[in-house]
Structure formats: C-alpha cells, structure tokens
C-alpha cells in the first residue's frame, strides 16, 4: 500500500537541451480528486520534443512550466477514483497527467478516451495520442495533397513523420524522407513507403536534394526547421505548402537563430507556410482515431514505439530523442496497474 505519489518536477529551466540535471523528485501524498475530478493512475508517460518548449520561457503558445511544478507532459492512465459520473473506474484516458504516479483531472485536463481494443494501451499516448493525430490533420488538410506531389518529410521515421510518410504514400504522392541514422533510412524505405530517403547527416546539398526530388517538393512536413529546412525551401514548386509542425533542430529560440530569408521564395512561388498545433484541433481526435485504427487493424499503417520502464527514466528518456536514439514514439512505461489507494 503507498501513501506516496511520485513525482518529477521542474528544477531549472535548460539552456538548450533538457537533461536529468533539470528535473528532481519531490514526492507528495497521494491526491483526492474533488467534485468532478478523476484520480488517475499513469500507465505510460509520452516524451515529446516539445516538451523541451512547455519547459522553456519563450514557448509562445502556452505558460511554461514554473520550477517546482511536476513536469508538464501527455499520459495515458487509468481511472482509480471518480468522482465524475462521465468516467468509470478502470477506463483508460489519455491527457495532461504529468510526470508522477497519479494525477487528479479535471474534464479540460483530459484529451481522449483510451480504447485498448484498437491496438494496446500504450498506443493511446503514441499512434492514437497527438503524433498520429498531428500527423493525419496537418498532411490532409494543411499540406491538402494530390496524387503525384511530392512530399517531403523531416524526422521522417519519428512518431508523426512515419505516419505522415505512410498517409502521403497512400495518397498517391511521391514521398520523400529525412532522417538521421541509415538505419532510419532502411525502416523509411522497407517499412514506411517511403519512395526514397537521406541520412541528412551524411550531406543534405543540393545534388542530394535533386537526386532525392527531380521534379522539386510540392508539399514540406517540416518538423525540425534549422539547417534541414534551409536545404529543402529552395526546392519548393510554385504554390508549395510547407508546413511547420515543429522545430527539433532549433536548441534554442533565444535568441532567435539567423536564417536565410525567405520572403521573395514565399512571394514568387505563392507558397503557403503554414503552422500546426494540434492542441487547436481536440474535438477533431475521436473521429481521427477511428480512422488511423482502421488502417492499422487492416495492416497498412505501422507504428512503433520504443519504451522504456521506470518514472526515474523520463529526463533522460526526453535528451535522448534529441540525439534521435529513439526508434518510434518514445514511452515511459510506469504502472501497469492501479496501485492500492
Ligand atoms: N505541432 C504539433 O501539433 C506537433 C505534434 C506532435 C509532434 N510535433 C513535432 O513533430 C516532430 C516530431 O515529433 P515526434 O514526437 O514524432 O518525435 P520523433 O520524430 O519520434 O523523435 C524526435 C526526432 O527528432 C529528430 N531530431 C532530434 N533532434 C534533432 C536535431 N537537432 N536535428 C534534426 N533532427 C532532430 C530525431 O530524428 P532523426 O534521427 O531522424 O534526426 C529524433 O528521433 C517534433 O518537432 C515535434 O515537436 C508537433
């Protein structure tokens, strides 16, 4: 029996890259949910690049998180207490529950009920959580493709870029992959549909590029912005869509890094630069999900995700996608259970 909820706070806000060294425990007594309050129980923790932003001043979208504060992240857990008539013990929800053991929710804390028969639990934080969903919404309706358009991806063989790359495939499109590792490179082409792929790493120039997309990119996934990004924008076609779904490759926005500009491209091309964040698009997730659960019970979607077990391992779990050794979304695996309450 424990009395005790686990906890991984904020202890200093990183310079750059979150490590270990920016976060403590600091345990607390279990909490009791109030009226229409659940207690949840984490079963896996999501690690997310942008959780590098939620920790960082200038995030833009959100309060960061405050030092002393149990890390902001996504979660799926069950139901161990209710006192919401809407949720039942034992059910699984997917949300803001943070770092720690249990978390007490309120409805707007809470994104997606979990459905463990459309694939296992731990896929409600990874194909059905926000990397799936982001990956689905941005594509079809601000990259709108057609058949024949090429797209290019960036963290190509990540969470969001696998599936954007396997959506875009099916779609008709000639798809286009960046990654890091060459054996990112051999899962883009052998496991995602990807028609051809880079290890940017190994040199990203314009021979590479004009070899990769002979007929130019129609439509950029961009989810690391940076040096990547500079490479593929002046490939763009006329009336191009690039789509900002993140920035992995920027350590810092403070201050802002120079970049070539891109006006004149935007205005010549007529290209469309559009930004993403799927927390604009929540009551687009049910139906969403049913969609993505589809194709991955009929087989033609994969998803992998690599997790790791122990609350302790989140900090570094979180540095370690930033030195891209993940391989598919990223997981803290903490309780498979409701511990006794
Ligand atoms: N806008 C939204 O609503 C939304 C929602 C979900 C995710 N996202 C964004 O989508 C992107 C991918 O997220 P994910 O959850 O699917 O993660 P992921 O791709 O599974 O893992 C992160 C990957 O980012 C790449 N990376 C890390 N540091 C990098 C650097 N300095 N330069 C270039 N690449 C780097 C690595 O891949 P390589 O080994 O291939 O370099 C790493 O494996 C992130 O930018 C994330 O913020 C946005």
Redesign the pocket.
Known sequence: MTAVNRRIVLDHRPDGIPGPEHFRRDDQPLPEPGDGQVLVCNHYLSI???QRGWISAGIGYADPVTPGAVMRALAVGAVAATRNAKYAIGEYLYGWFGWQDYCVAAEPQVIARVQPEQGSVSAGAGLYG??GV?AYL?LTELGRPRAGETVLV????????SVVGQIARRLGCRVVG????DE?VRQCLAEFGYHAALN?RSGLDDAALRTLCPHGVDIFFD??A?E?ADAVWPFMNLRGRVIQ?????V?SWDPPPTAPRRERAVLSKRLRHEG????DHLERFAAVIAQLARWHREGTLVFHEDIVTGLECAPAALAS??????R???LVHISDGTRAL
């Open positions: 997310d690049p942008a926000i990397c982001a941005a960036s963290t190509a063989a990540g969470a969001v870029g960046l990654t890091g590792s990112k940017y989810n690391t940076g990547i779904c993140g920035t992995a490759a350590g993403f964040i799927i927390f996608i930033f030195r891209g050794e993940n598919g979304k990223k």
